[in-house]
């Protein structure tokens, strides 16, 4: 008789990778739970049936043009470097669909074996990436690189609190399913390569033509920051003061007087289209008809109004104030939140999203007793008596979670005397707007009043603290309602007599303030990296505008696809764009009023803004690609027809560019911000000095497209390092 043998089918074991050692750990404590975890190392955690392993970053980068010329060019010389030559001959750079190369990370290679080496035992992978475009395409790429046989799945990770992650474990998706995000991050990877390899070789070739030297490096990004501060300093240049008159009339009413600001009605002449008072026969003729008339208060609002509590730091938040309060350049603000983040002090801090998890509410005991304790004996402390882990404020709110939520600390009770000074101010910052979720509203009265004297509008408010709130702890903050006249001035007092509807009235008389109109400043950084948020507000293509002002609306509320952002440039790189422009010799930091350190183009940064075609020089194309990034996830679009686009688009440009004349004047003298404060003076390699960024080689990085790359030095002897460390760590040979 013959038996049937049934095969034990082989044990289950899910692999799952991650992006962020955190992330791994935060699933690995959870997995625990269910089976010990029985082995672990600095690249992954193991138990019986499952193991967890991330990646830090991504492990994969796309290969060098050298890769493509070379097979493109057999005939290709290689200059004493080992690389091959800049020359119009081997433009444009396109790699055909199937030619794209990845090659890895030089310092993921013991990564990517841990990932290689559990991948052989697993039965089951579980995609846990950062749920934007990136990481999905993160750890994608590693599993296609290696042959992954089994079966993906896919969790989304937001947070790392414990109900957080039971709950992302409970969810696992197939990750099929995400396949179109990850071609939107292939495309935009790919597309950002095209860009930066052929423009900025195009365009330094076609410079040495006209006689200039060195390299000139071309970005998606990076060109139009230097587009809008080159935009600024032409504005300033041309700018041309004009007098206007600000009139403030003194109010007399039964309970007191008050000052109030006159305001046109619709078709008064004399008023420019910003509505200043310009010509003083105006300002004459009111001043005969209201002064020592009697009028009326023609409208009186007398409100008790609520003020929230700011939200919790996003990065740029947190940067522009660090940037306003404590003077720090923003590339050391993130070096700093970093350092906190590695200290597991604070969140992750490369966030866009102010918003928190729901679950992070039960953690709020925990977390505040733990700042309770970090700050015990301190001017803080002190002020934690409203505090109620209770409330729940508009902070939490799942919908509006992004990839990451909002900058907050953690249950670890932080040693402050272990701190500097900055990383404290910081960490203060950032536990007292935690704090301020838990605390009452600001409560205030206002007072809005309208006198109407001889047919001419009087305008005054009134604001009065009735109770602090959450503003005892926080102070005062961007988010103070201020009331601003067409000038910008404030028509706040603190305090108005008591009145009422239709009361009379007098003009006591009429003050005639001359004023001119100033300039726009320069851009800062932290008025720079507003700009780069809001950059719908320098955009003119309506088509343009309405894209980036839907995105920025996406992101106040949050929906799960604006894990890709807003305006231009990303949280993690928005820092780099001002420093990496100084670098290459194309802007530099002049002084301001109070140690202020503000952008200006150089000579050769004005000269590009005014050779290269406009199409560079402004963000459009961000918006035209993100459309385009949306159409593919949406499946209304190839990465194919995507990359068709991108082609047609480089042979265009490269074809307008060969017929330009680009003379950039000292082009080829890079410099560097002062490694210290990142808005200093800087001394010149030419002149002999030290700088932080080291000499220049000035060639674009051929790894990122974005940095340049700068001549360092070390215990081994000199190499060429890439200028945009650590988000590119490619290294050359000096």
């Known amino acids: 008789m013959e038996t049937n043998v049934v095969e034990n089918p082989m044990p289950e074991f899910k692999l799952y990778v991650a992006e962020k050692p955190s992330v791994g750990k935060a699933l690995a404590g959870q997995l625990a739970k269910r089976t010990p975890q029985i082995a672990r190392s600095g690249t992954h955690i193991e138990g019986k049936d499952w193991a967890v392993c991330w990646l830090a970053g991504h492990a994969y980068q796309l290969a060098e043009p050298d890769y493509y010329i070379e097979r493109s060019f057999p005939d290709a010389k290689r200059g004493a470097n080992g690389r091959f030559s800049w020359s119009f001959d081997h433009l444009p750079l396109l790699p055909a669909n199937d030619e794209w190369q990845i090659l890895p990370v030089r310092d993921k290679a013991e990564m990517i074996g841990t990932v290689r080496k559990l991948l052989k035992r697993a039965t089951v992978v579980v995609h846990a990436g950062d749920i934007d475009r990136e990481g999905q395409l993160l750890v994608d790429e590693v599993l296609e690189d290696l042959g992954c046989r ?22 696992e998706r197939d990750n099929r399913d995400f396949a179109r995000m990850r071609d939107a991050a292939l495309a935009r990877g790919r597309a950002d390569w095209l860009v ?9 070739l076609q410079a040495r033509d006209s006689g200039s030297s060195g390299h000139v490096s071309i970005g998606r990004v990076q060109t139009p920051v230097l587009g809008l501060i080159a935009a600024r300093e032409l504005e300033i240049r041309n700018f041309k003061p004009v007098d206007y008159l600000v009139l403030t009339a003194q109010i007399a009413v039964q309970a007191g007087r008050f000052r109030a600001r006159w305001r046109p009605k619709a078709g008064q002449a004399g008023i420019d289209e910003s509505g200043r008072l310009l010509d003083p026969a105006v300002a004459a003729m009111v001043h005969q008809q209201v002064a020592g008339k009697v009028g009326r208060i023609a409208e009186y609002r007398d409100e008790q109004k609520n003020e929230n509590a700011p939200l919790p730091f996003s990065l740029d938040e947190l940067q522009r104030l660090a940037s306003r309060r404590y003077g720090l350049p923003l590339d050391q603000t993130l070096k700093i939140v970093q350092g906190l983040y590695d200290a597991q002090l604070v969140t992750y801090p490369r966030t866009d999203c102010a918003f928190l998890p729901s679950s992070q509410h039960a953690e709020a005991p925990e977390v505040v007793r733990a700042v309770r304790e970090g700050f015990r004996n301190t001017e803080l ?10 409330r729940k404020s508009r902070a939490f709110d799942d919908k509006r979670v992004t990839a990451h939520h909002g900058i907050v600390p953690t249950p670890k009770v932080a040693n402050l005397d272990s701190l500097g000074r900055e990383e404290r101010l910081l960490y203060d910052d950032i536990c007292r707007r935690y704090l301020a979720q838990f605390m009452p509203p600001h409560t205030y009265r206002k007072v809005t009043v309208r006198v109407d004297i001889a047919g001419h509008d009087f305008t005054a408010s009134g604001r009065t603290t009735l109770k602090p709130g959450w503003k005892e702890l926080c102070g005062k903050t961007d988010q103070a309602a201020e009331e601003t006249g067409p000038s910008g001035e404030k028509d706040d007092e603190a305090n108005l007599p008591a009145m009422r509807q239709d009361e009379p009235a007098r003009c006591d008389g009429l003050d005639r303030e001359q004023r001119k109109t100033e300039p726009p400043a320069r851009f800062t950084d932290d008025t720079l990296l507003e700009a780069m948020v809001n950059i719908h507000k320098y955009v003119t293509t309506p088509q343009v505008k ?14 799960e696809d604006e894990a890709q952002g807003c305006g231009i440039g990303t949280p993690a790189t928005r820092h780099t764009f001002g420093p990496k422009l100084i670098e290459v010799g194309l802007v530099e930091l002049v002084a301001g009023k109070k ?11 004005l000269a590009l803004n005014e050779a290269l075609p406009k199409s560079l020089m402004i963000p459009d194309s961000t918006a035209v690609w993100d459309m385009a990034f949306a159409k593919i996830e949406a499946g209304e679009i190839t990465l194919e027809q995507f990359m068709a686009f991108m082609a047609r688009q480089i042979n265009a440009t490269l074809a307008e560019i060969r017929k330009l004349r680009i003379a950039l004047p000292n082009l080829g003298q890079p410099r560097s911000p002062s490694a210290k404060t990142g808005g200093g003076k800087r001394k010149t390699a030419a002149k002999g000095g030290k700088s932080g960024g080291g000499a220049s080689g000035g060639e674009p990085c051929e790894k990122c497209g974005k ?7 070390s215990t081994r002897g000199s190499f060429y390092g890439c200028s945009n460390f650590p988000v590119c760590k490619h290294t050359a040979a000096a």
């Open 150 to 171: 089994v079966p993906v799945k896919r969790v989304l990770p937001k947070a790392i609190d414990e109900i957080s992650v039971q709950r992302v474990l409970a969810d």
């Open 546 to 559: 309405a894209h980036f002002v839907a995105m920025l609306e996406k992101s106040k509320t949050g929906s």
């Open 595 to 605: 140690k202020a350190k503000f952008f200006a183009p150089t000579a050769a940064g």
């Open 381 to 390: 402390a002190a002020k934690l008596a409203q505090v109620d882990t209770t």
């Open 707 to 713: 940095g340049t790359m700068q001549l360092r030095n």
């Open 196 to 204: 930066g390899m052929n423009y900025s070789r195009c365009v330094t």
